[in-house]
């Protein structure tokens, strides 16, 4: 397919057994897929049954570069491998690489064949049909040209490929060679959890850590009628934050963190967030699951010395 109609789709579960089930030779080309993702997606993946080579990222100087580049990684794995290549395989090229992997040195005979090349250095990392998969960039063709013909190239000589294109390009060369036959990387589902808007004053239901917060603070006869859970600040800022935990008369805030907080674009949205509530005149307390898994009561503490603390400099 390489007009402008709708690609079949993949779910993200069954990029594994797709990447698995291609034969010798075969490719697989998924649009609306990066690197990362894919990545991310095969690692998750409990028995891919084959191993899988991501191309290092291209440069515009076109295939025998990209190839050259694909050889080195691939002697650099072999080297790492050795002594324990796979296969009973011992013809010139495989006794020629051995002396160099013994001797310390990647097996890289560069005045041999690259396709002899190739075929043995597969075999010696993994002869059971290594994967070479390589993102293409969509809006170079210049950039994109040596990447799709060093697939071809691999395809050619025998190896599983797959291309990755993170968004969908027009279909003009090198693209038009691609998109036949592509398919589109669905979107992972959410979880229920995540569409759902609790009801304010109350825990989320797919949190266990707010469920477990808020039964401990109405158990606690200082704390507990103090906080509604799930409310927005209405005088932080323009963003108008919910928060998980709400003191709004002691302008105490205590947001409970789950691992999506640690890194990424959320940490430093949370940074930002806490900003606007500091300087709109609110403490805020961050609990993350962990610990309230590992030790609910000193959480409570946590909470109960901010409250204390509040109340002493609101009393001064």
């Known amino acids: 397919m390489t007009g402008d109609g709708e690609l079949p789709g993949l779910a993200p579960g069954d990029l594994g057994p797709a990447v698995a089930r291609l034969a010798p030779g075969r490719r697989l080309v998924l649009v609306g897929a ?4 894919a990545s991310e997606l095969l690692w ?3 028995d891919l049954g084959r191993s899988v080579l991501f191309l290092a990222p291209a440069d515009a100087r076109g295939a025998g570069a990209v190839v050259g580049r694909l050889l080195d990684d691939l002697g650099d794995l072999a080297l790492a491998r050795w002594p324990d290549w796979p296969g009973a395989e011992a013809g010139p090229w495989r006794r ?20 002899t090349e190739f075929a043995g250095l597969r075999g010696a990392v993994d002869p059971r049909g290594l994967a070479v998969v390589a993102e293409v960039d969509p809006a170079s063709a210049r950039r994109a040209r040596g ?11 025998g190896a599983p490929t797959v291309a990755l294109l993170p968004h969908r390009p027009a279909p003009e060369p090198p693209y038009d060679r691609l998109l036949y036959g592509a ?22 239901p797919g949190s266990e850590t707010e469920r477990r917060i808020r039964a401990a603070l109405d158990r606690d006869a200082e704390l507990g009628p103090l906080f509604a859970c ?11 934050p919910r928060v998980d935990l709400l003191w709004a008369a002691g302008r105490v805030v205590v947001e409970l963190d789950g691992p999506e907080h640690r890194a990424g674009p959320q940490y430093g949205d949370d940074r930002h967030r806490d900003y606007e509530l ?5 403490y805020v307390l961050r609990i993350t699951n962990a610990q309230v898994a590992a030790d609910l009561p000193r959480e409570i503490e946590k909470i109960r010395a901010v409250v204390r603390f509040s109340r002493e400099r609101t009393t001064r």
Not at 34 to 37: N, P, Y
Not at 147 to 157: I, M
Not at 278 to 282: D, H, K, N, P, T
Request: hydrophobic fraction near 45%.
């Open 34 to 37: 990066d690197r990362r993702g």
């Open 44 to 46: 998750a993946e409990a």
């Open 96 to 115: 020629a690489a051995g002396r160099l992997a013994a001797a310390g040195r990647a097996p890289r005979l560069r005045r041999a064949d690259p396709g």
């Open 147 to 157: 990447t799709v013909e060093a697939l071809e190239w691999c395809a050619a000589r």
């Open 183 to 204: 398919r589109a990387l669905l979107p992972a589902p959410e979880p229920a959890a995540e569409r759902f808007i609790a009801q304010p004053g109350t825990p989320h």
């Open 230 to 240: 799930n409310r927005l600040v209405t005088d932080a800022g323009l963003r108008r």
């Open 278 to 282: 500091l300087v709109a005149g609110y």
